[in-house]
């Protein structure tokens, strides 16, 4: 019985708030001067450049890394000693427990933190269960439910069909008369995974909650509940890192009506131009590079997306129109040079970050019996954001970024000129390569970035790790500074991508909606339209 778990849920919910709100909050705030004291500075500068000076050797291939186990004791130690040199530092690293989240709570309200763990009782096995922790305010403890094996969403999650779009569109619609893709589900997605909460959530509209584990692939406002209502319809769903959210709130942030837009990227850059621009660039630059980086990728190209220069143009209006300064970045002019510059200096970052590109994930080859890349493919809908190529590995050849024991390089995205570093040709000295991997986003400020958008295929995916959460973009943006992140599970077809996101920019700009209502909106206005889950689900907000 729930009402007699004893003390377990309640150690489970402070021990998930440490690991999935505490660390992540913490990492954070390193990537701002003005948190510091003024005497901790060059302190911070020094644990910036060994941060730097690491990420570099962890692009070099495992054989010709050097020093990396006393670069890694050196961030260690300094990194214990600026903690206690942050402005507000018992605020800002006060651990908090079940029992304070309960108490932001207001009536009608609940907090899910969902959690995995692996059986080893009464014997130790492979199984990896689902639970979910719910508060409510008029419960004096957290409610332990138990909710699946992995197996149970994993296997949803394995497309059995030839089209992704006939799979994805089995997952978030209810069984009808007419014909069933082969190998359709026996269970949907609501008798696995929330069939089991609803029976607790009498009275309960508005619902913070912090996925775990695969859950990070579900878009929970999507599920349906009948032939013509799903979960958004029902609750006012709101996801969040982790709901300790709910108790210490982001820092205040100093928004300005700016925007950056990244979109029209030409993946091959002019040679004659590169040729000239590399006698301008940095030669001092110790971000993370891919320059001798041998790819398995050799023959295949990332497309260019003729959408989303649809899509950064139309959107680029809107903002103006509701007095944005914007700045559009296209064809070779969206470079990673140019994305890097975005906060540092000691210049705000833009109020808006908007990317249309492609993106990739290649997930933990440990985890992963068959080297999967989850990443853009050639699928049948064709309109779809896709690479030509289909990968293929061969073990002696692939790029460092797949093979990467760090999670968060072995994602990213593909800025201007990306083609040759995914090629495994080498890039001019003194130029980055065009990939833009998770773990250079995490080293860049854009704590004054109130919405990132990234309408880019699969940005939503990265490694699950335990209750962690997603590393990978969503986490790299995060620790960034960004409150607001849209981004996607699978890859949507380009031209339902630009029209929701011209959609949701309208209605939140225009139509004055805050920016949790505005996509929600959004999404519920492709749907009634006719648009199919598959065109119009793929895109989750994270706060």
């Known amino acids: 019985s729930r009402k007699q778990s004893g003390i377990l849920p309640m150690l489970l919910y402070d021990y998930s708030l440490f690991y999935k709100g505490f660390l992540l909050n913490a990492a954070a705030r390193f990537n701002s001067n003005a948190l510091f004291l003024t005497d901790s500075i060059e302190m911070y500068q020094r644990f910036k450049s060994y941060r730097r000076r690491l990420a570099i050797e962890y692009a070099k291939p495992i054989a010709e890394q050097k020093g990396i186990v006393e670069l890694e004791e050196k961030v260690n130690t300094i990194e214990k000693h600026l903690v ?73 999650l394995q497309s059995k069909s030839e089209r992704r779009a006939d799979y994805v569109n089995t997952l978030y619609t209810l069984a009808d008369r007419g014909a069933v893709v082969i190998g359709a589900p026996k269970k949907s997605l609501y008798e696995i995974l929330w069939e089991p909460i609803e029976k607790e959530l009498s009275g309960i509209k508005t619902i913070y909650f912090s996925p775990s584990g695969l859950l990070h692939r579900i878009n929970l406002d999507a599920i349906p509940i009948s032939q013509t209502e799903t979960l958004a319809d029902k609750y006012q769903l709101i996801e969040l890192s982790s709901t300790r959210q709910l108790v210490i709130t982001a820092p205040k942030q100093n928004l300005i009506n700016d925007a950056v837009l990244y979109g029209g990227v030409h993946f091959d850059l002019d040679s004659a131009k590169q040729e000239r621009e590399s006698v301008l660039a940095s030669r001092t630059n110790e971000v993370l590079s891919f320059n001798m980086v041998d790819s398995t990728l050799r023959s295949g190209t990332w497309t260019y997306l003729p959408g989303s220069e649809k899509e950064v143009n139309s959107i680029q209006k809107i903002l103006m129109n509701s007095g944005f300064q914007t700045n559009l970045k296209s064809a070779n002019e969206a470079t990673e040079e140019t994305f890097k510059r975005l ?55 692939e790029p460092v970024f797949k093979m990467s024991d760090h999670p968060m390089l072995r994602s990213g995205l593909i800025m201007a000129g990306g083609n040759a570093a995914w090629q495994g040709k080498q890039t001019l000295e003194g130029r980055e390569d065009g990939i833009l991997t998770a773990y250079e986003i995490s080293q860049m400020n854009l704590s004054n970035t109130e919405l990132v ?15 962690e959460g997603v590393y990978g973009l969503q986490r790299a943006f995060k620790i960034a500074g960004a409150k607001y992140l ?15 996101m011209i959609t949701f920019y309208k209605k939140w700009l225009e139509d004055k909606m805050s920016i949790p209502d505005a996509f929600h909106a959004a999404q519920k206005e492709l749907r009634d339209v006719g648009l199919d889950p598959y065109q119009w689900a793929g895109f989750v907000l994270v706060e």
Request: proline residues 5%; glycine residues 6%.
């Open 84 to 156: 206690r040199s942050f402005e507000g530092y018992s605020e800002v690293f006060r651990k908090v427990k079940w029992e304070d989240v309960k108490s932001s709570l207001k009536i009608g309200n609940a907090a899910i933190e969902f959690i995995n763990f692996r059986v080893k009782f009464p014997q130790k096995t492979d199984s990896i269960v689902y639970a979910a922790l719910l508060l409510k305010p008029n419960e004096n403890r957290p409610i332990f439910i138990p909710l699946f094996e992995e197996r149970a969403i994993d296997s949803l």
């Open 343 to 397: 906060g540092a200096n000691n210049i705000s970052s833009p109020r808006v970050l908007h990317i249309a590109t492609h993106g990739y994930f290649f997930p933990d080859r440990t985890s992963s019996s068959t080297g999967r890349m989850a990443r853009d493919s050639a699928v049948s809908e064709g309109t779809a954001k896709t690479a030509s190529i289909k990968p293929q590995f061969i073990e002696s050849e």
């Open 453 to 467: 958008v990234l309408s880019a295929c699969e940005t939503g995916l990265g490694d699950i790790q335990g209750n």
């Open 486 to 500: 849209i981004m996607s599970l699978w890859q949507v077809p380009d031209k339902q991508t630009s029209l929701l």
